[in-house]
């Protein structure tokens, strides 16, 4: 079975150019995360989506991140335009229910660096 | 807010050492998991404990909830080399929440 998979890797680009990530979940997963992990930290809530619908945003910055999963199934996240605070990794995971309990599967990330 | 605070930070050992890390908060969790990350990849869930006291087994890796509910700890028997990497607690609030919040990690070094 084919994990979550995102792209690009690694991305370099210039404060205030527009950026975006992509992310295929899980086949059959109906939750989807996204996370910001700054260097040293622990991975933090940017937006969780039940199918196509965002049920938790409170943590996504809306002036200039926005996101969408048309669909219900791939998901795209976009930073227009970038800061230099972006830098971090990017993660996207999505999850599974087993039961009471939900266990996330996290793809590898994209590292931003904004110079 | 909930926190969760993870100690040590760093810990560097030897192959075949004993070691254990812990994840601790004021705030009581339905249930707690956690994860392995190695550098340039997403975390791998190891493990989610759910019951107070419970204790759950991995090959040499040992994880207690505490009977609070309100802390972990991940205890490592005979370190190796593959165990090096970045160590992450996450909690889930009671009520039903499937927010998960991620302690700050415990980076680990096995050197050979």
């Known amino acids: 079975e084919a994990g979550v998979v995102q792209s690009p890797r690694y991305k370099i680009i210039e404060k205030k150019q527009p950026v975006a990530f992509w992310c295929n979940p899980i086949?059959?997963?109906?939750?989807l995360y996204w996370y910001r992990q700054n260097l040293g930290q622990g991975p933090e809530l940017l937006i969780r989506?039940?199918?196509?619908?965002?049920?938790?945003d409170s943590q996504l910055p809306k002036d200039r991140f926005s996101a969408e999963r048309l669909k219900g199934v791939d998901s795209t996240l976009k930073i227009q335009p970038a800061e230099l605070g972006d830098s971090a990794v990017y993660l996207c995971?999505?999850?599974?229910?087993?039961?009471?309990?939900?266990?996330?599967?996290f793809g590898p990330g994209t590292r931003l660096t904004v110079t | 807010t909930q926190l969760l605070e993870q100690s040590p930070q760093f810990l560097s050992i030897q192959e075949g050492e004993n070691l254990t890390v812990y994840c601790n908060s004021s705030?009581?969790?339905?249930?707690l998991q956690w994860y392995r990350q190695e550098p340039g990849e997403g975390p791998v869930l190891l493990v989610t404990?759910?019951?107070?006291?419970e204790v759950k087994k991995l090959k040499r890796l040992t994880f207690q909830f505490g009977d609070a509910r309100k802390d972990s700890s991940l205890h490592i028997t005979a370190a190796q080399t593959g165990d090096t990497g970045l160590y992450l607690c996450?909690?889930?609030?009671?009520?039903?929440?499937?927010?998960?919040?991620f302690g700050k990690g415990t980076k680990l070094t096995v050197n050979p």
């Open positions: 989506y039940e199918n196509e619908e965002a049920v938790d």
């Open positions: 996450a909690g889930r609030a009671q009520g039903g929440s499937e927010k998960l919040v």
């Open positions: 086949s059959g997963h109906n939750t």
């Open positions: 404990v759910v019951t107070g006291g």
């Open positions: 705030s009581v969790f339905s249930s």
């Open positions: 995971a999505s999850s599974l229910v087993r039961g009471t309990l939900v266990e996330q599967y």
